[in-house]
């Protein structure tokens, strides 16, 4: 009986240790990643953390939810349940469409020729058939607030829109822009562009990496529709160059990290334990699962901090995180699966801010007078040498029937499941258009 008492205790005696071990641990890493990460974002932590009060949706996302319905498309978040509406009659015939308007928006946006411009014929007969509901949604989105959706970051229970709605609507209204503007109705396609882009301007900003990626994704159309518009509105350059997710990429990655470990750890991601199951994830689960997390922060952090030494255009994103997993010590594994694997955003980011310089040239190019834009085509050849990225050049040149400007030496979308569409870096410039 002796000898029984004398293991426990000294089994009580080990995990105890253990424990205040790995607390040890966790507290430096936890130092050490937040010193790296105020470091890389030059802000106070607890400050970026505090500008995502939790909040409800605003009556502008609820309008748009109601007209979303009417048109046949869901945009309740799947946990609002008590909100969702029943879907116009029109709903079977646009999920059923979804695959070919999706293919459409994909070449649209990896050619960016007028070729392209043109939606399929089946889209355009829902787009005429429910117009007046299209052009009631256009209305609410456009219409007083930004549409803003539920957000409880601080309880860590990551709340999200319903992005897949958000896709598919964008999707219907870079077809009805691309039909205003085949039309010659510029400014109407301007206004649905709008609609378009105010749709997921809540996205950029939100604190979870997965809404920015489709926030970044859903404009892709809506930069490439903007290069076949005339008179372009001037606020588009402004917008394009505040929604750069390129350069918001590390607070992306931070606050991905700091949404983990909330839902985690104070959040219900692993629902509520009680009894032995709760005192056992108090005692042991909790404490492993926050070394776990704050090892990957640090590690991901210091991992954005030796991107600039990569080679954009040879870049391996699923070499580079696994180059970051072998640093762990052996001790430390548990803590392999908390690391992300965010590094092809990273290229696609950039991709997609460089897209977005090409397409305010372009808009610029076509705000010209006919005099204006002759002396630049008696002005090519030139290189333009890129302030988005080191390396990178513009060269402009003219072309059979205007200006072309491409992108010296491409950069590389990586390939990812389901296939993102990898927007282009060249394009053409008409005077007649």
Known sequence: MKRLIFVLAAMVVLATVARLGIEVVRHFNQDKA?????????????????????????????????????????????????????IGPSGD????????????????????????????????????????????????????????????FAEGKGDIANLIGQMQLN?????????????????????????????????????????????????????????????????WDERLKAADQYQAFPSSLYLDQVSLQKSILIGDAFGNPTGFRRRAWLAFSKPIMGLALTSASRATCEGFQRLPTENVRAFDPDG????ILNEFSEWNRVSRPAVGNHWAVWIRALRVALASDLTVDVMQLNRMQPESFVQVLESLPKTVTSSRWNGAQWRWSQSETGVRITLVGDVPDPEVPDRVSIISVDHEVRPDR
């Open 93 to 152: 015939r646009i999920t059923e469409l979804d695959p070919i308007i999706r293919t459409w928006e994909m070449e649209l946006v990896e050619l960016s020729t007028e070729a392209t411009i043109a939606p399929p014929e089946e889209v355009l007969e829902v787009i005429r058939e429910r117009r007046s509901e299209l052009d009631r949604l256009i209305g609410e989105l456009r219409d007083g607030d930004l549409p803003i959706w539920e957000l409880d």
């Open 34 to 86: 937040d010193a790296c990460w105020e470091n890389t974002l030059g802000v106070e932590l607890d400050s970026l953390i505090a500008s995502f009060p939790s909040r409800g949706a605003n009556e502008s996302a609820v309008l748009a939810e109601q007209a979303g319905a009417a048109f046949g498309l869901n945009l309740v978040p799947k946990a609002e349940k008590a909100r969702f509406i029943e």
């Open 320 to 323: 580079y995180h696994s180059r």
């Open 171 to 235: 999707r219907w209204l870079a077809a009805a822009a691309a039909s205003d503007v085949l039309m010659g109705e510029h400014q109407h396609a301007q206004e649905v562009l709008d609609a378009a882009w105010r749709l997921h301007e809540d996205n950029h900003v939100r604190p979870d990496i997965l809404s920015r990626l489709v926030g970044m994704a859903s404009n892709k159309a809506v930069l490439v529709l903007l290069r076949f518009v005339r008179e372009p509105w001037l606020v």
